[in-house]
């Protein structure tokens, strides 16, 4: 028998990976799409298939997780063998400006599937993973965090995840449902929204680099995380729904780097050495000197990136690294790429984008390239 999966935020970065390993694994995939004025499939476009042409084994439905009934409905119709909610107001800066929002999205809306599997007499068959995260430890209270670590998180988009995390706990101990939360740290790719700090820097950078903007504008770029790439981590949230028995598992690789060093790495990617000077919000890194023809735009002495109050947080996590003992003994899984190796990939991607804008601009055929990150 085709197992189903139903993928909430499909069109996301994880999403869209999760949807190809299980495409590949045999699955029949459902994902939930929001309806949007724009396109808003690019991630998963490559995967779609024309309904016309041949039977689907990649289907989107649209729908929302503000939406109970909604969620029921496409519930009822897919009765899918597991339930991957991946789908979330992801932005810890941005749930500061939307808090209520993103509780009703990344706590509620775990609730209202979870009711749903139970509501529909699925718990026996349905097995379901929560997206949960390394926020949850934000102000730390051990190093490295593992499964065990006390709690406190520091935002509204944690808070959020805190509830969603103990309510799946909850629906396992209360109705024998096979859930598990995946508390995975942060994880990157080419596929990563625009306004993370990874992929801000390197798009950025290789933006600066070809001439399409002058400086980047960041905020706390002294904090700690342990980056791992996307691809390493779907594989986990697959493997946690194929157990015996339902556990939650803590995923990363047990690295710990800093923003600046994410800044350099790029840099380097690109041939340009940077120096940094100043302190606080006057610190500024200037190109000291440019090694390849990748940065052809750029100048020794330029200062291409400043520091800009604007991205500090009301209350920021510092640092984060995770120890994933427990998924590597239990499950051997392993991250199998560095946050060295993934940066040098989204600089290639980015920078391949970028090369493409500025010889439309050349030719006078520009694109704009939204500065607002
Ligand atoms: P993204 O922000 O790339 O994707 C989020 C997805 O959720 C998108 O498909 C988005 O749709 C969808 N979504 C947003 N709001 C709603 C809503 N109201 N109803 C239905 N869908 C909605 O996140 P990632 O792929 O990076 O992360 C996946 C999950 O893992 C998230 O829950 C995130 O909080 C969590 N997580 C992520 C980590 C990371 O480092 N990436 C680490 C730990 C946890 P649209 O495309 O229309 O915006
Ligand atoms: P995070 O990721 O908040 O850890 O949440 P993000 O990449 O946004 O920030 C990481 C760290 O970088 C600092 N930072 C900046 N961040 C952004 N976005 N923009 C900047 O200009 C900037 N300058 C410095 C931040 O202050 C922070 O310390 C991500 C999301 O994917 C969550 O959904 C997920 O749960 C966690 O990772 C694990």
Request: proline share 4%.
């Amino acid at each position: 028998m085709t197992k189903k999966a139903l993928i909430t935020g499909v069109t996301g970065q994880d999403g869209s990976y999760l949807a190809e390993l299980l495409l590949d694994k045999g699955y029949e995939v459902h994902g939930i799409k929001r309806r949007a004025s724009l396109f808003n499939t690019q991630r998963v476009d490559h995967i779609y298939e024309d309904p016309h042409l041949a039977p689907q084994r990649f289907k989107l439905h649209y729908g929302d997780l503000t939406d109970t009934s909604n969620l029921i409905r496409i519930l009822s119709e897919v009765m899918p063998d597991e339930v991957y909610n991946l789908g979330a107001q992801s932005h810890v800066a941005v749930s500061f400006e939307a808090p209520e929002y993103t509780a009703d999205v990344d706590a509620i809306g775990t609730l209202r599937l979870l009711e749903g599997i139970r509501f529909l007499g699925l718990e026996r068959r349905t097995r379901f993973y929560q997206a949960s995260t390394s926020e949850l430890y934000g102000l730390v209270q051990e190093s490295p965090q593992r499964e065990t670590t006390p709690f406190y998180p520091r935002s509204p988009y944690a808070v959020a995840k805190l509830y969603a995390y103990w309510i799946t706990v909850n629906y396992r101990e209360a109705y024998g449902l096979y859930a598990c939360n995946g508390i995975l740290f942060n994880h990157e790719s080419p596929r990563r929204g625009e306004t993370f700090v990874t992929r801000k820097i390197t798009r950025g950078l290789a933006n600066i680099a070809q001439g399409l903007e002058a400086c980047l504008y960041m905020g706390n770029i002294d904090a700690l995380r342990d980056w791992g790439h996307a691809r390493d981590y779907v594989r986990m949230q697959w493997m946690m729904l194929q157990q015996d028995t339902a556990e939650d598992y803590v995923i990363a690789t047990g690295q710990q780097y800093s923003v600046r060093q994410f800044i350099l790495w790029t840099a380097e990617e690109l041939g340009i050495e940077l120096a940094f000077h100043g302190e606080g919000v006057d610190e500024v890194a200037t190109v000291v000197r440019v090694t390849s023809d990748r940065a052809p735009a750029v100048k020794p002495g330029q200062v291409v990136l400043r520091i800009d109050p604007r991205y500090f947080r009301p209350a920021e996590v510092e640092t984060l690294l995770g120890d994933p003992s427990k998924a590597k003994l239990k499950l051997g899984w392993e991250p199998l790429i560095t946050a060295r190796d993934m940066c040098a990939e989204m600089v290639e991607a980015d920078l391949r984008v970028a090369r493409r804008h500025a010889l439309l601009n050349q030719h006078g055929l520009s694109m704009s390239v939204s500065l607002e990150n």
